[in-house]
């Protein structure tokens, strides 16, 4: 009979007692043979004592080291243990999935598209079998009678690739979602480039808008060899030289990036003439990468709970809720690529080929560092064409004593070099009437300002990194102006954070973009101008 939870906690216990105890009796003989080092005379045996003195110090370090390690192993397998339990949707996931290993050279978007339909009918039979007693309720995603259906509202399931071919095409826009979400993040701002004249693609990004599970598994070369896939399949849907623009939001930001810098070093990939980023995830925390060791926890302690960091109820149609330890890691190592690849190509002198990038970012983002995205993207940029669109807070007067601006540390000494040949756009507060928004935008040194006819909402301190491409109408995190919809935005509740399967951050965190129609018109804006700087090249 295999041991149980409590009898592997002791016998844990028990194993990082005596490791602890070993360790401190290392240490003392540490001690010990240094006063004996220190005092020894000179006639005496210093080689010897020295050696012994070097194979106790390693040995310290060692045993400290186990007991480092068994520690971190003991509290991630204890604190798993008061995570809610597993359901379904966290322990499978559709077989179907598309794999780095099926982008051979015969395969296509169309492939893509119809492995896709394999993936959701698989998802399919899941939720009408083996999860049906598990989805019970009002609000779960995967309850076909739950308002939170992703097949019930909206005419399209937007977990799902979605192709939109113009007539008469200006140009091809792949939108790319980010982490844990689905296309419909890029859904308003795609269907904006539809009708202005681009064919558009929506990609479900591997691992995406089925189940958390699929998320627990995937790899990010799954998520660059489909980027590859979809890009080479928009550029078949265009007319030869039309341009063909990525847009990315937060992880799918990276990937684009990621794209546009790979197309640089493999002639065979269509280029891209510009790149669009929503909260691009270019820096994260490094304490990402420690996630790796999830796998290994769970192994050791037969637990599984420990490959996830929290798990919450399903009620967002479009975005997991519940996030497994392995979105970071693969996160984490998108990001690195990303940055490794950028420095080979300032060393190498290439980064002039570097597409234009149109940035917008909330200047205060507890997903993504934001500094870098000033220090290891835009200041490495050559292209004059390329703008960085800073959202800054809610600098109101009677709202100072409330504000945390020690985000300004660090964001602040980033933008301070002006030489740089990118624009800065950053829209905030008068100084001289806080009620009063402007944009202030510096061009070659020099800082213009434009008044603007908005002004905060009630109660909105900043955006957020989740806030900025959706738009303040949206059906599913709008504000009150959609009281008849599923609005997440707006949701209101009162308990402890713990009595809630629900995050407390749903009720905080800013959920749409109160200037969205001002970035709207920004982007196809810039894409107008960068169309047109291509066609007079």
């Known amino acids: 009979m295999p041991p ?50 070097a194979l106790l110090l390693i040995a ?15 509290f991630w397998s204890h604190i798993s243990h008061s995570l809610p339990e ?42 009408s079998g083996p999860w049906e ?56 701002m795609g269907e904006k480039l539809h009708t202005e004249g681009y064919t558009v693609i929506w990609l479900r990004v591997p691992g995406h808008g089925t189940s958390p599970h699929a998320l627990a598994e ?16 928009l550029r078949n849907k265009l007319p030869e030289g039309l341009p063909l623009i990525l847009a990315g939001y937060s992880n799918g930001g990276a990937l684009s990036v990621h794209y546009a810098l790979t197309a640089l070093e493999e002639p065979r990939l269509p280029k891209v003439n510009a790149i669009v980023l929503f909260s691009p995830m270019i820096g994260i925390s490094p304490l990402a990468k420690i996630t790796q060791l999830s796998h290994a926890v769970s192994l050791i302690s037969r637990n599984e709970k420990t490959k996830w960091s929290q798990i919450f109820a399903e009620i967002d149609p479009f975005k997991y809720s519940s996030w497994p330890m392995n979105a970071n890691s693969q996160a984490w190592a998108a990001t690195q690529s990303v940055e490794k690849k950028l420095a080979a190509m300032e060393k190498a002198e290439r980064l002039k080929e570097m597409p234009p990038v149109l940035a917008m970012q909330s200047a205060v983002d507890s997903t993504v560092i934001v500094p870098r995205l000033v220090t290891a993207l835009f200041d490495r940029l050559t292209s004059g064409s390329s703008e960085l669109f800073l959202f800054d807070i809610n600098r109101v007067d009677n709202l100072s004593n409330l504000v945390n601006f020690s985000f300004e540390r660090s964001i602040l000494p980033a933008l301070q070099r002006s030489d740089r040949p990118y ?75 713990s009595a809630l399967m629900i995050p407390s951050t749903m009720f905080v965190r800013s959920r749409q973009n109160p200037f969205y129609d001002l970035m709207e018109n920004r982007v196809v804006d810039w894409l107008t101008a960068n169309r047109s700087r291509n066609a007079d090249g």
């Not at 995937?218 to 399949?233: E, R």
């Not at 909402?457 to 303040?472: F, K, W």
């Open 4 to 53: 149980t939870v409590k009898q592997r906690s002791r016998l844990l216990r028990t194993i990082v007692g005596l490791v602890i105890l070993l360790s401190l009796l290392t240490v003392l003989s540490v001690v010990f043979e240094w006063i004996q080092l220190a005092s020894a005379q000179p006639d005496h045996k210093w080689d010897w004592r020295a050696f012994r003195f």
């Open 133 to 188: 007693k598990q989805s019970s309720g009002a609000y779960n995603r995967y309850n076909k009678d739950s308002i939170c259906n992703p097949d019930s509202i909206l005419d399209h399931n937007w977990n799902r690739s979605r192709v939109l071919e113009a007539s008469n095409p200006v140009g091809g826009v792949l939108l790319i979602h980010g982490l844990s979400d689905s296309p419909y993040s890029l859904r308003k």
């Open 86 to 127: 597993l359901q379904g949707w966290h322990r499978q996931s559709p077989e179907s999935e598309f794999r780095s290993k099926h982008a051979t050279n015969a395969y296509t978007f169309d492939d893509y598209l119809a492995q896709e339909d394999r993936v959701f009918e698989e998802l399919d039979e899941y939720i």
């Open 60 to 74: 310290n370090l060692f045993f400290t080291t186990l007991v480092a390690t068994g520690l971190a192993f003991y």
């Open 423 to 497: 624009r800065l756009s950053i829209l905030r507060n008068s100084d001289q009437n806080p009620e009063q928004l402007l944009l202030k935008t510096r061009i070659n040194g020099e800082w213009l300002e434009q008044p603007l006819n908005q002004c905060w909402p009630e109660g909105i301190i900043s955006l957020s990194h989740i806030a900025i491409p959706i738009p303040p109408d949206d059906p599913v995190y709008g504000d009150e102006s959609n009281p008849q919809s599923l609005s997440l935005g707006c949701i209101s509740m009162r308990a402890e954070p």
């Open 218 to 233: 995937v790899c990010w070369d799954d998520w660059t060899a489909a980027v590859k896939v979809a890009v080479q399949g």
